[in-house]
């Protein structure tokens, strides 16, 4: 079992920035790989960002390619979500979210979040 937990949504200017953190538990947390997705008002969730268990490698959403960075510290068990050059469209519910497959360019969690609220003021 893998419990996720989001912090680090808020208010922020378009223009801005704003990182997410993913705190991860579970025995083999460090052996999964990581995403994240969001939900806007009234559309379906979308992926963002994923990492491999390693950190090795990373895939973006188009729509954020350039400006979000994915990172992660087995470590501390805890993804990130650097989001940069932030822009109204994304303004959203971020979920992190957990695939015990470290295969990431098809990427189905196994294990989600309760999401943090991420708003962009334009």
């Known amino acids: 079992q893998v419990q996720l937990v989001e912090s680090g949504g808020g208010l922020v200017q378009a223009g801005g920035s704003l990182r997410l953190s993913c705190a991860a538990s579970g025995r083999t947390v460090s052996t999964y790989s990581m995403g994240w997705f969001r939900q806007a008002a009234g559309k379906e969730r979308e992926f963002v960002a994923a990492i491999t268990s390693s950190g090795g490698s990373t895939i973006y959403a188009d729509s954020v390619k350039g400006r979000f960075t994915i990172s992660r510290d087995n470590a501390k068990n805890t993804v990130y979500l650097q989001m940069s050059s932030l822009k109204s469209e994304d303004t959203a519910v971020y979920y992190c979210?957990?695939?015990?497959?470290?295969?990431?360019?098809?990427?189905?969690?196994?294990?989600w979040g309760q999401g943090t609220q991420v708003t962009v003021s334009s």
């Open positions: 979210a957990a695939q015990a497959r470290n295969f990431i360019l098809i990427f189905n969690p196994n294990y």
